[in-house]
């Protein structure tokens, strides 16, 4: 985004957000100090239900808010209404949410624990002599398109006795139609369908494509769903009364509400129960589904100004969305096991770096892929092309721009790590585009289009103006993603382009022109360091790529140019005191985090002297404050992505382990109730405007060295 929008709109609008957030979590939300077991921390917000960028569903922790003090809440803040109860021999408690019902004889469940990975958040709550343990499960599955395209979440509920004996043991949740739209004023309708599945749907009745209300997507379907046995029960109305219908009686009424209205008139729910019988061992879990579709997904510029209507890669498998939602709970058991063994996969290869750097990485995975969606195109006779895929992602937060050149580059770590496929097919869209020659740049496109899900393109070519910052990344990511599948397809294909981008890289990075990196909301800047760094590195990545594809001329020639650049560079770039590189040629007194480094350690270009690296590995070590080392000299803020990029070039332990353990520190310390920051503040740990930004996918970039 520009500089002057991000400064006149953007960071006003969601600074008086972020203070509301705060405002109304203070003020609202039962909070004090901690009195459960956490592992591995308390984050600011545990994620609950986050699949896609309208599926982004947190519990705002802050210092200390247990799931029953608290209602959940969208990536925003908003209120996403998500109750629930367990009645133990009669005596009901409340364990999800903060619902209320005028003269009900309630109490609340007492949090025994919460515990995240990668996958899933577990809590265990006590109510009287019984423990729930309720497990939020958000599937992460890379190597299977289907299953990471349904845009769905688990809920799980198993009661246990705490005293020995036996109790009678019911469970109710519910849903209200605030996941359906981000104007409770407006109108909805629903339906719930009743089989070997119990369905809810709820949608909006005047829908309008591709439109969103305070990034709440206008189109589509919430659904809430489980597995019908002879225990269960559900009915929809309004918030108190069907909520106290379960109170009253431990089952709900199998009715349905059909005055269809306001969001909020009157808050309809749509409410699910299921009877446990006596238990005293830990009891088969009850589990629900929980999730938002909409089809079409994505709007898709293609040759000759034409636009293409792309759905979500699982109806290639499942025709409609009870199908897919049929599957998705018969297939709870596998899915538990997957995400098991790849939470396993991830904390053991990251605690062999440090435990801290476990923690972070574990909080990351959610969120990164929460931004993405997987789609297909249609075949000429209406089915499905599954060989069509491209991958879309929202940058959340900041801008919500489709496929931000400079928001996928930080995110790129995760894609190497999980497939590499999945990264190919952010770029595709990319890639395809600028192919059909509608934009007029000579440097790489920004991005795929100004508002999500809207990526129609910017044939004005008046995107946001990063020309060596998003040249040098799409020739960073094309080759990285070569190096990790030998796949040559993509560079073969996109050739002329790459090449284009790299002649642009010529004329503007050795003494790149006054303008604007990826840290756009730090302000423009000539003659930069770090960002000359990233345009000398995508010329020797086309030098590496054109040695892939045969073409032995370009290969020498521009491996000539770079290392020519990297050499003035040099003198540049390096303080006259000789113990720093500067933020910009020059000013002596200057510097940041020259974390573009890390293309060269990723690509194994190794065209920077090992000198620089040994010089900054020195200097973040006497420049570091309380909560990590600023971004750059120009403020005190520093990134949680970059220092992490950071961490992976850096060439002692010491250096690393400081930029690691300060991003652990700033993730739990309690001053936020937002989805994992990016952005704050390196003096006492408070946090930027961002939040839930899929460049957490970034944090692991040393999995990937």
């Not at 206008?218 to 309004?238: D, H, V």
């Amino acid at each position: 985004m520009s500089p002057y929008f991000q400064d006149t709109y953007i960071r006003p609008a969601l600074g008086l957000l972020f203070a509301l957030f705060l405002t109304v979590a203070n003020s609202s939300f039962a909070r004090g100090a901690v009195t459960w077991s956490a592992t591995p921390f308390n984050p600011a917000a545990v994620p609950l239900a986050v699949r896609t960028p309208y599926l982004s569903t947190w519990l705002p922790q802050g210092a200390g808010t247990a799931l029953n003090g608290n209602w959940s809440s969208f990536w925003t803040g908003t209120t996403l209404g998500w109750a629930g109860y367990v009645r133990v021999d009669g005596t009901v408690y409340n364990f999800l949410g903060a619902p209320t019902v005028s003269g009900a004889d309630t109490t609340k469940a007492t949090q025994k624990s919460l515990e995240f990975t990668a996958t899933q958040s577990t809590f265990v709550m006590t109510a009287g002599p019984v423990d729930l343990t309720v497990l939020f499960l958000s599937p992460v599955e890379p190597n299977d398109l289907v299953r990471q395209s349904l845009p769905f979440s688990y809920l799980s509920l198993a009661a246990a006795s705490n005293d020995g004996k036996s109790h009678s043991v019911q469970v109710y949740t519910d849903i209200t139609g605030e996941w359906i739209t981000g104007n409770n004023s407006l109108t909805a309708n629903w339906t719930t369908s009743v089989g070997n599945i119990i369905t809810h749907q709820v949608q909006l009745v005047d829908q309008t494509p591709y439109s969103e209300i305070s990034d709440h997507i206008q189109q589509g379907s919430a659904f809430y769903s489980i597995a019908k046995s002879s225990g269960t029960t559900y009915q929809t109305g309004e918030d108190t009364v069907v909520r106290g219908q379960f109170i009253n009686s431990g089952s709900l009424g199998n009715t349905q509400d059909t005055n269809f209205r306001a969001v909020s008139d009157k808050w309809p729910v749509f409410a699910l129960a299921e009877d446990l019988g006596e238990v005293n061992q830990a009891s088969t879990p009850v589990v629900f589904s929980v999730g938002h579709f909409r089809d079409p997904a994505v709007e898709y510029i293609v040759a000759n100004n034409q636009t293409q209507q792309r759905s979500a890669y699982f109806l290639t498998a499942y025709s409609t969305p009870a199908d897919a939602i049929s599957f998705f709970l018969s297939d709870y058991n596998a899915a538990l096991s997957s995400a098991d063994a790849f939470d396993f996969k991830l904390a053991s290869d990251a605690k062999a770096i440090s435990s801290d750097y476990a923690d972070v990485v574990a909080l990351s995975i959610r969120q990164a892929f929460g931004a993405t969606e997987i789609t297909v195109s249609k075949n000429p006779d209406g089915s499905f092309n599954s060989s069509d895929v491209l991958v879309f992602m929202k940058e959340i937060s900041s801008d919500g721009n489709v496929n931000t050149v400079d928001v996928i580059f930080p995110s790129w770590p995760i894609f190497l790590y999980a497939n590499a496929k999945l990264g190919r097919f952010l770029l595709e869209g990319l890639f395809q585009y600028q192919a059909t020659g509608q934009y007029p740049n000579k440097y790489s496109a920004h991005d795929l289009g100004a508002a999500y899900p809207k990526a129609v393109g910017h044939n004005d070519g008046n995107d946001e103006k990063m020309p060596v910052e998003e040249s040098g990344n799409m020739l960073i990511m094309s080759l990285s993603y070569t190096q990790a599948t030998n796949d040559t397809s993509m560079i073969s294909t996109y050739f002329d382009l790459l090449d284009q981008w790299t002649q642009y890289l010529i004329t503007d990075s050795l003494i790149p022109e006054n303008q604007i990196s990826t840290d756009d909301f730090a302000g423009s800047l000539a003659n930069q360091t770090n960002l000359a760094i990233k345009g000398i590195i995508g010329i020797k990545a086309m030098s590496v790529i054109s040695g892939l594809v045969g073409d032995t001329a370009r290969e020498s020639n521009y491996s000539s140019i770079a290392s020519s650049y990297v050499t003035q560079w040099q003198k540049y770039a390096t303080a006259s005191s000789g113990d720093h590189l500067t933020l910009s040629y020059g000013n002596d007194s200057s510097w940041g985090l020259s974390y573009n480094l890390y293309a060269d350690k990723l690509l194994q270009t190794n065209i920077f002297p090992q000198s620089v690296y040994d010089m900054q590995t020195a200097w973040y070590k006497t420049v570091a404050n309380s909560f990590g080392v600023p971004l750059d000299t120009r403020h005190t803020y520093t990134k949680t992505d970059w220092q992490l990029f950071t961490a992976g070039l850096v060439t002692d332990t010491t250096s690393r382990d400081l930029l690691i353990s300060s991003v652990r520190k700033f993730a739990a310390d309690g001053l936020s109730y937002a989805p994992f920051a990016d952005w704050y503040e390196t003096t006492d740990g408070t946090p930027e405007v961002f939040r839930a930004r899929p460049v957490a996918g970034g944090h692991l970039a040393l999995l990937v060295l």
